[in-house]
């Protein structure tokens, strides 16, 4: 079953609180997911950042929006319980709770105004995403537009720009040592299907063997069983092949197979990588989502 939106959750977590007691969140998330019959693997879903699940951050925003309409309450850190307007809700036996429902309590049309939507906007109101959801949908949006246009950029560059960019990357992902070695080791060798050799760590205990195409056309098996003739014959384990095009599917089948560990990184995934590594691109603005420090109030 699809991990219910957060309006979604509304009645149902109000329906879990209706015996007065107080619950942890935590317990709530749990209940939540049984009772929409999530499997393990829906349960484990993360949000894009990999900070919180989805129920549980939906459920959490579910507990916010009806506890600002006074209808729960927070009575400890991460506890909550139903108020007596929740209980009169629930005596109406609605048959949903969503924002729409709410906007009935001035507390929450406050909140909804400072939030920004003074009027009940179907499209805010109706949107089943959370804040964090909502942000981090963007901000995935913002990035493959980035990176569709940093991989033309890069196919547009000349060879030996390519090649330190390729050695800029990997210093910012941590290998090569020096700026200085790096360069000297990349882009030197052009031995049998090999473009550079460069440090897997700063100290230099072992090494990477790497190819690097600025191609339009797929990379297919072959080029990749060439790159690895030339790894053993380098007695090398290790090895990178990027390219700004794509690899073929026999390409992926076939270094699933083999001894040495061959990561390839086509054009997308050297885009993300750029955008990850601040390679290529600059910050133009960032946004600060701050939480209570709850541990800050203990001692009140």
């Excluded at 995934?269 to 691109?281: F, H, P, Q, R, Y």
Aim: glycine fraction near 8%; hydrophobic fraction near 35%; charged fraction near 25%.
């Amino acid at each position: 079953m699809p991990i219910p939106d957060y309006q979604s959750i509304m009645l149902p977590l109000l329906k879990l609180l209706s015996n007065k007691e107080e619950r942890s969140l935590k317990d709530c998330v749990s209940e939540i997911a049984k009772s929409f019959k999530l499997s393990e693997h829906e349960k484990g879903q993360l949000l894009p950042s990999g900070g919180q699940t989805v129920i549980h951050n939906r459920t959490a925003w579910a507990k916010t929006y009806l506890a600002k309409a006074g209808l729960l309450t927070s009575t400890r850190r991460g506890f909550l319980q139903i108020s007596g307007d929740g209980q009169k809700v629930l005596g109406e036996q609605p048959a949903k709770i969503d924002q729409k429902f709410l906007l009935r309590f001035p507390s929450f049309v406050e909140f909804s105004s400072k939030s920004g939507s003074l009027e009940p906007d179907p499209i805010v109101v109706d949107n089943p995403e959370t804040p964090e959801e909502q942000i981090e949908g963007a901000h995935g949006q913002l990035n493959s537009a980035l990176a569709t246009e940093i991989l033309a950029k890069v196919k547009s560059c000349t060879p030996s720009f390519f090649e330190r960019l390729v050695v800029d990357l990997l210093l910012k992902m941590g290998y090569g040592g020096s700026r200085i070695d790096a360069g000297k080791a990349l882009g030197q060798s052009g031995d049998e299907g090999i473009d550079g050799v460069i440090s897997e760590d700063k100290l230099g205990l072992d090494n990477l063997y790497i190819q690097a195409k600025r191609w339009d056309n797929p990379v297919g098996r072959p080029e990749i069983q060439k790159f690895v003739g030339a790894l053993t014959g380098q007695r090398s384990k290790k090895g990178i092949f990027i390219t700004t095009s794509t690899f073929s599917k026999d390409a992926h089948e076939y270094v699933k197979k083999i001894d040495p560990k061959v990561v390839l990184i086509d054009g997308s995934m050297l885009a993300s990588l750029m955008i990850e590594n601040n390679v290529g691109v600059s910050i133009l603005s960032t946004f600060d989502v701050k939480k209570m420090d709850s541990d800050y109030f203990l001692g009140e």
